[in-house]
C-alpha cells in the first residue's frame, strides 16, 4: 500500500527585496526543518522518493527533512507546477507518481497542501508550517482516490 507523507514548508522569512519564490527560511524553520526529519525518520521511515516545489523554503525545508539520512538520501525531485499549485495541480502530481516509490514525500505551500490532505482523506486538515500529514493509499497512484485514503497522523514537530 502506498504511503504519502504531505510536508508543509518550514517558517519562512519574508525580507523586503526578496520575491515570494525566493523567500528563506527563519533560523526558527531551518530548526524545525530538521525536527521533522528526525521525526519523519523515527516515525515513518526512509522515504522512497521526494517531491517538493522548486522555491527557496521548500528546499531549504528538504534539506532539514533529509538530515537524518547524512549521505545516504532519497531522491528528490523538484516538481515545478507545486509552486502556487491548485489542488487538481497537487492531485496531477500525485497521481502521476511511480508506483515503484513506495513511501513517497510531498513539500509544499498551503493552501493547496492542507487543501491535498482533506480531499484525499476527506478530513477537513489544516497543516502549520512544518505540518506533517501521513496518508495511506489504498491504490496504485494513479488511481488515488479523493475522500477514501486513509490519514494515519498527522503531526507538527518543533525544534
Request: with cysteine.
Amino acid at each position: 500500500m502506498p504511503t504519502l507523507v504531505v510536508v508543509r514548508h518550514a517558517k519562512a522569512d519574508r525580507p523586503i527585496a526578496v520575491e515570494d519564490f525566493g523567500r528563506p527560511l527563519l533560523p526558527r524553520g531551518r530548526e524545525d526543518a530538521k525536527a521533522a526529519g528526525e521525526w519523519l525518520a523515527g516515525a515513518v521511515g526512509k522515504p522512497g522518493l521526494i517531491v517538493s516545489s522548486p522555491a527557496r523554503r521548500t528546499a531549504e525545508t528538504v534539506e532539514g527533512l533529509i538530515s537524518p539520512y547524512g549521505t545516504d538520501v532519497p531522491p528528490i525531485v523538484y516538481e515545478e507546477s507545486l509552486y502556487e499549485a491548485s489542488l487538481g495541480d497537487m492531485l496531477r502530481v500525485v497521481r502521476g507518481l511511480d508506483d515503484d516509490a513506495g513511501l513517497t514525500v510531498l513539500v509544499g505551500h498551503n493552501p493547496s497542501v492542507s487543501e491535498l490532505v482533506s480531499e484525499l482523506t476527506g478530513q477537513p486538515t489544516e497543516l502549520r508550517t512544518t505540518g506533517i500529514a501521513v496518508i495511506e493509499v489504498p491504490s496504485a497512484w494513479a488511481d488515488t482516490p479523493s475522500s477514501s485514503c486513509r490519514l494515519v497522523r498527522a503531526e507538527t514537530p518543533r525544534a
